[in-house]
C-alpha cells in the first residue's frame, strides 16, 4: 500500500489530500500507484459541466493577465519556482510513487520545473520584438509580439509534472493561461502542482484567481479542451496516436498547435567510440525511466567490428542493473506503469523471437512480491535487419542492437524510422561528428555526439520531427510558440508612399 507515502508527500507540502480510500463510483478516477499497482484511492471525476465552467473561468482570468505587464507576470513564475524548490523533496517523492520513476529521476524533474521558471522569469523581461528598416520614407516597421491566448495543455504519464512546467511557465510570462488535462494515470502529481501554483496566486496575485485550472480525467476531457472555442493553443505531449487526433481537430478549428509525440531513437557507435562512455551513456538512456522515456534509446547501430564487444559489455551491466522499488536508495530501474505496458513488451520480444532475433533479459522480476506490478529486466535484442518491430516505438525498456560497416549506412538507418525525435553518436572523429549534425546527418529534433539520446537541459528547444510532431518546447526562442506576431508599419511623414513604387493617384 503506498496511499501512506502519498498522503505523506501532500502533508509535506501543507496540501489538503484530494481523494479518498473508497471503492469509488461513477466516473470517480482511480488511483494506482506502478510500484505495487494496487488502487489505493478514487479521485471525484471532473465532469464535462466542472470542465466547461473552469475553461469560462480562465479565459475570464485570460484578459486582465494578458494586459499586465510581463515582469510582473515574471515575479508570478518567481514565486512558483521558490515554491518548488521549497517543496523539492515531496514533490519528487509523489513523482516517483505515482509514476515509478526512481526517486534520483523524480527529483530530476522538480528542478527541471524550477530551471524553466527560471528561465521564464529573465524572458518576461526580454519578449524582444525587431526594428525593420522600410523601403518608403518617413515610414518605421517594426516587429511586436503580444499574448496568444488560453492555453490548453495535455501531458503523458512519463514527465506528470515537467512538461506541463515547461508549458506553463513560458505561457504565463507570455500572457496566457493554463488549462491543463494531464494524463490519468498520474493526476496527483498535477493536482499537487496547480495547488502549488494556486497558493502563489492567492498570495502574490489574488485578482488573477482561475488564469491556471486543472482537468484530472481520461482522453474524452482532452477531446473537450481541444474543441473548446475559447482555448486558441493546445500543447498536446504523448502517442503519435493521440497527437494524430489532436492535430486534425485543432487543424479544423484552425488552433495552433504543439505536437510532442513518440520517439524511437537511435545511437551510432562508431569504431573509434570511448568505450566506458558509451556503455554508461547507451545504458543510462536504454534502461533508465524503465525505458519509458520519450527520448529513450531504443535503436543502436554498432561497428560491424565492435558489434560483440558492445553486445558484451551492455550484457554484463545489464545483468546487474538493480531493478525494483524506485524509492529505494541504489535502484536503477523501476517498474512499467502498469500491466499492459508489460504485455506490450513481451509481445514485442515474442515478435523479435519469431523472426530469429536473439533476446537477452525482457523478463519479468518481483512477481511474488509486487503480483499487480510489472519490474522487468530490461532486454537487448541482437537483429541483423531493421525489421517492423524495431521500427515501432515500444514504450519499454527494449534496445535493439545491430551491426553497419559505414556511416552513411549507419545514419539511413537512423533516418529510417517515422518518428525523428533524438540521435547520437559516439565517436572520436570530427569528421564524422560534423558530418551527424550537419544537414545531411541525422534527421531528428535533438542530434547529439558523445552523450545518449535522453537527459535533455532546458536551456534548448525540445522536440522532434516527423511522427514526433515538430512541435519545439522549453528553450531557446520556444517562447514565439505562444506569443501573437505582429507587423506594424508607422508613417511619421505627411505623404503617403506606396510599397513597390505602386501609384494610385486619386
Ligand atoms: P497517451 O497518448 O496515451 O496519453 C497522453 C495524454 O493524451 C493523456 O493525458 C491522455 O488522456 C490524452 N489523450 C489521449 N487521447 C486523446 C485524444 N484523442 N484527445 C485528447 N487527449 C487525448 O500517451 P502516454 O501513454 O501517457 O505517454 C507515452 C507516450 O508519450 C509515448 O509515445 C512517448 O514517446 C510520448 N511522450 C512524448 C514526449 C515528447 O516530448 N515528445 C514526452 C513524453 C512522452
Same mark, same amino acid.
Given at each position: 500500500?503506498?496511499? !501512506?507515502?502519498?498522503?505523506?508527500?501532500?502533508?509535506?507540502?501543507?496540501?489538503?489530500?484530494?481523494?479518498?480510500?473508497?471503492?469509488?463510483?461513477?466516473?470517480?478516477?482511480?488511483?494506482?500507484?506502478?510500484?505495487?499497482?494496487?488502487?489505493?484511492?478514487?479521485?471525484?471525476? =471532473?465532469?464535462?459541466?466542472?470542465?466547461?465552467?473552469?475553461?469560462?473561468?480562465?479565459?475570464?482570468?485570460?484578459?486582465?493577465?494578458?494586459?499586465?505587464?510581463?515582469?510582473?507576470?515574471?515575479?508570478?513564475?518567481?514565486?512558483?519556482?521558490?515554491?518548488?524548490?521549497?517543496?523539492?523533496?515531496?514533490?519528487?517523492?509523489?513523482?516517483?510513487?505515482?509514476?515509478?520513476?526512481?526517486?534520483?529521476?523524480?527529483?530530476?524533474?522538480?528542478?527541471?520545473?524550477?530551471?524553466?521558471?527560471?528561465?521564464?522569469?529573465?524572458? *518576461?523581461?526580454?519578449?524582444?520584438?525587431?526594428?525593420?528598416?522600410?523601403?518608403?520614407?518617413?515610414?518605421?516597421?517594426?516587429?511586436?509580439?503580444?499574448?496568444?491566448?488560453? =492555453?490548453?495543455?495535455?501531458?503523458?504519464?512519463?514527465?506528470?509534472?515537467?512538461?506541463?512546467?515547461?508549458?506553463?511557465?513560458?505561457?504565463?510570462?507570455?500572457?496566457?493561461?493554463?488549462?491543463?488535462?494531464?494524463?490519468?494515470?498520474?493526476?496527483?502529481?498535477?493536482? %499537487?502542482? !496547480?495547488?502549488?501554483?494556486?497558493?502563489? &496566486?492567492?498570495?502574490? +496575485?489574488?485578482?488573477?484567481?482561475?488564469?491556471?485550472?486543472?482537468?484530472?480525467?481520461?482522453?474524452?476531457?482532452?477531446? !473537450?479542451?481541444?474543441?473548446?472555442?475559447?482555448?486558441?493553443?493546445?500543447?498536446? #505531449?504523448?502517442?503519435?496516436?493521440?497527437?494524430?487526433?489532436?492535430?486534425?481537430?485543432?487543424?479544423?478549428?484552425?488552433?495552433?498547435?504543439?505536437?510532442?509525440?513518440?520517439?524511437?531513437?537511435?545511437?551510432?557507435?562508431?569504431?573509434?567510440?570511448?568505450?566506458?562512455?558509451?556503455?554508461?551513456?547507451?545504458?543510462?538512456?536504454?534502461?533508465?525511466? %524503465?525505458?519509458?522515456?520519450?527520448?529513450?534509446?531504443?535503436?543502436?547501430?554498432?561497428?560491424?567490428?565492435?558489434?560483440?564487444?558492445?553486445?558484451?559489455?551492455?550484457?554484463?551491466?545489464? +545483468?546487474?542493473?538493480?531493478?525494483?522499488?524506485?524509492? !529505494?536508495?541504489?535502484?536503477?530501474?523501476?517498474?512499467?506503469?502498469?500491466?499492459?505496458?508489460?504485455?506490450?513488451?513481451?509481445?514485442?520480444?515474442?515478435?523479435?523471437?519469431?523472426?530469429?532475433?536473439?533476446?537477452?533479459?525482457?523478463?519479468?522480476?518481483?512477481?511474488?512480491?509486487?503480483?499487480? +506490478?510489472?519490474?522487468?529486466?530490461? %532486454?537487448?535484442?541482437?537483429?541483423?535487419?531493421?525489421?517492423?518491430?524495431?521500427?515501432?516505438?515500444?514504450?519499454?525498456?527494449?534496445?535493439?542492437?545491430?551491426?553497419?560497416?559505414?556511416?552513411?549506412?549507419?545514419?539511413?538507418?537512423?533516418?529510417?524510422?517515422?518518428?525523428?525525435?533524438?540521435? =547520437?553518436?559516439?565517436?572520436?572523429?570530427?569528421?564524422?561528428?560534423?558530418?551527424?549534425?550537419?544537414?545531411?546527418?541525422?534527421?531528428?529534433?535533438? +542530434?547529439?555526439?558523445?552523450?545518449?539520446?535522453?537527459?535533455?537541459?532546458?536551456?534548448?528547444?525540445?522536440?522532434?520531427?516527423?511522427?514526433?510532431?515538430?512541435?519545439?518546447?522549453?528553450? *531557446?526562442?520556444?517562447?514565439?510558440?505562444?506569443?501573437?506576431?505582429? #507587423?506594424?508599419?508607422?508613417?511619421?511623414?505627411?505623404?503617403?508612399?506606396?510599397?513597390?513604387?505602386?501609384? &494610385?493617384?486619386?
Amino acid at each position: 500500500m503506498k496511499a !501512506q507515502d502519498v498522503a505523506a508527500c501532500w502533508q509535506a507540502m501543507g496540501l489538503r489530500q484530494p481523494w479518498d480510500d473508497s471503492h469509488g463510483a461513477g466516473e470517480a478516477l482511480a488511483l494506482r500507484s506502478p510500484v505495487d499497482g494496487e488502487i489505493f484511492g478514487h479521485l471525484p471525476a =471532473c465532469t464535462v459541466a466542472d470542465a466547461d465552467a473552469r475553461i469560462a473561468r480562465a479565459h475570464a482570468a485570460q484578459t486582465t493577465w494578458a494586459l499586465t505587464p510581463a515582469p510582473a507576470r515574471g515575479e508570478v513564475v518567481r514565486r512558483f519556482g521558490e515554491a518548488l524548490r521549497t517543496h523539492k523533496t515531496a514533490l519528487g517523492r509523489l513523482v516517483a510513487l505515482e509514476s515509478g520513476k526512481i526517486l534520483q529521476e523524480g527529483l530530476g524533474e522538480v528542478q527541471e520545473m524550477i530551471d524553466i521558471c527560471d528561465f521564464a522569469v529573465g524572458l *518576461s523581461r526580454q519578449l524582444h520584438g525587431l526594428t525593420i528598416a522600410s523601403e518608403r520614407p518617413a515610414h518605421a516597421m517594426r516587429e511586436t509580439w503580444h499574448p496568444f491566448g488560453l =492555453c490548453g495543455v495535455i501531458s503523458a504519464f512519463n514527465f506528470p509534472v515537467a512538461v506541463w512546467a515547461w508549458n506553463a511557465a513560458l505561457a504565463l510570462v507570455c500572457g496566457n493561461g493554463v488549462v491543463w488535462k494531464p494524463s490519468e494515470k498520474t493526476p496527483l502529481c498535477a493536482l %499537487a502542482a !496547480q495547488a502549488l501554483l494556486d497558493r502563489v &496566486f492567492d498570495e502574490a +496575485a489574488p485578482q488573477h484567481a482561475g488564469l491556471c485550472v486543472v482537468l484530472p480525467g481520461g482522453r474524452t476531457l482532452g477531446a !473537450q479542451l481541444v474543441q473548446h472555442p475559447a482555448v486558441r493553443l493546445i500543447s498536446a #505531449t504523448g502517442s503519435t496516436r493521440m497527437g494524430r487526433e489532436v492535430g486534425m481537430a485543432c487543424a479544423g478549428r484552425f488552433k495552433r498547435t504543439i505536437l510532442e509525440l513518440g520517439g524511437n531513437n537511435a545511437a551510432i557507435v562508431a569504431p573509434s567510440a570511448n568505450l566506458e562512455l558509451t556503455i554508461r551513456a547507451m545504458t543510462f538512456s536504454a534502461a533508465g525511466t %524503465a525505458g519509458q522515456r520519450c527520448t529513450t534509446l531504443r535503436r543502436a547501430f554498432v561497428h560491424v567490428d565492435l558489434i560483440e564487444t558492445v553486445t558484451n559489455r551492455l550484457r554484463q551491466v545489464y +545483468a546487474r542493473l538493480p531493478v525494483g522499488d524506485p524509492l !529505494q536508495e541504489g535502484t536503477l530501474v523501476g517498474p512499467l506503469i502498469d500491466m499492459a505496458a508489460g504485455d506490450t513488451m513481451a509481445n514485442a520480444l515474442a515478435a523479435c523471437r519469431a523472426q530469429g532475433n536473439v533476446v537477452h533479459g525482457g523478463e519479468r522480476l518481483l512477481a511474488d512480491r509486487y503480483p499487480h +506490478a510489472c519490474y522487468v529486466r530490461p %532486454a537487448l535484442v541482437l537483429t541483423d535487419t531493421q525489421h517492423d518491430t524495431m521500427l515501432t516505438e515500444t514504450f519499454a525498456p527494449i534496445l535493439y542492437l545491430m551491426p553497419y560497416t559505414s556511416l552513411d549506412e549507419a545514419i539511413a538507418l537512423n533516418n529510417a524510422a517515422s518518428h525523428g525525435l533524438s540521435s =547520437c553518436l559516439f565517436t572520436e572523429s570530427l569528421r564524422e561528428a560534423e558530418r551527424f549534425v550537419s544537414a545531411a546527418g541525422s534527421d531528428c529534433g535533438i +542530434a547529439n555526439v558523445n552523450i545518449g539520446t535522453s537527459g535533455a537541459e532546458i536551456g534548448g528547444a525540445f522536440g522532434g520531427e516527423k511522427a514526433t510532431g515538430g512541435g519545439r518546447e522549453s528553450g *531557446s526562442d520556444a517562447w514565439k510558440g505562444y506569443m501573437r506576431r505582429a #507587423t506594424n508599419t508607422i508613417n511619421y511623414g505627411d505623404a503617403l508612399p506606396l510599397a513597390q513604387g505602386i501609384r &494610385f493617384d486619386l
